[in-house]
């Protein structure tokens, strides 16, 4: 088990930055970003396999966020770039020890979850 904490939300422009930061995940677990707006689903966002190897995003952000970690994941960290009012959700960070590559984009697939922070995108 890993405590998850995570930070950076807050109110941005459309067009502007916004950076998260997820502590707490470990080594050997795929950590990943998910988001939740009102009435939806929650879906993946960003994230790294297990190994840390592989980096993995969902169509929706590629090219405009970019997930980081300088620290063997203790840290993980969102770049978010070019906000869209879309993004508008709060952000969960994720980790689990079991997660196999072709489940990394599943949110059942974690057993470890943060609380989650808001990011408020204005048009």
């Known amino acids: 088990q890993v405590n998850l904490a995570e930070s950076g939300g807050g109110l941005v422009q459309a067009g502007g930055s916004l950076t998260l930061s997820c502590t707490g995940s470990g080594r050997s677990y795929a950590t990943a970003w998910f988001r939740q707006a009102p009435g939806k689903e929650r879906e993946f966002v960003a994230g790294f396999s297990r190994t840390g190897y592989y980096t993995y995003y969902s169509d929706s952000v590629k090219g405009r966020f ?37 489940a990394l984009r599943r949110p059942d697939a974690y057993d470890n979850w943060g609380q989650g922070t808001q990011v408020t995108v204005s048009s």
């Open 66 to 102: 970019t997930i980081s970690t300088n620290n063997g994941k203790a840290t993980v960290t969102l770049q978010m770039n070019n906000l869209e009012t879309a993004d508008t959700a709060v952000y969960y960070c994720a980790a689990g020890a079991r997660v196999i590559q072709s």
